[in-house]
Nanobody, 126 residues
């Protein structure tokens, strides 16, 4: 599956952005979807993930409360709504996927994900 992330940009501290990830395949609902980010000079880290069924979500401590992941299996998209953004949220955000036979499974380990998009840059100014 090919993934295309978009929606990044420059936003002031406290503002919101909505990222979107579009998948190339109509078997989209076979994949657990996740969002990761990589800040300048830092390692890539997990942000949020959602199960195939969309009934289960999982967030990192940094994403919990301010970020919301969802999915639309009819449109093959995975939005990430980001609210109350802070300068430390500045990073390149990547969507990723792995195939699972379990409709309710959701994991945050980066090495679980086999497919990656190209990233979209988010800059939060203070």
């Amino acid at each position: 599956v090919q993934l295309q992330a978009s929606g990044g940009g420059l936003v002031q501290s406290g503002g919101s952005l909505r990222l979107s990830c579009v998948a190339s395949r109509h078997t989209f609902n076979k994949y657990v979807m996740g969002w990761f980010r990589q800040a300048p000079g830092k390692e890539r880290e997990f942000v949020a993930a959602i199960s195939r069924s969309a009934s289960n979500t999982y967030y990192s401590d940094s994403g919990k409360g301010c970020f919301t992941i969802s999915r639309d299996n009819a449109k093959d998209t995975v939005p990430l709504q980001m609210n109350s953004l802070k300068p430390e949220d500045t990073a390149v955000y990547y969507c990723a996927a792995y195939e699972s036979s379990n409709w309710y499974e959701v994991r945050g380990a980066m090495n679980q994900y086999d497919y990656w998009g190209q990233g979209t840059e988010v800059t939060v100014s203070s």
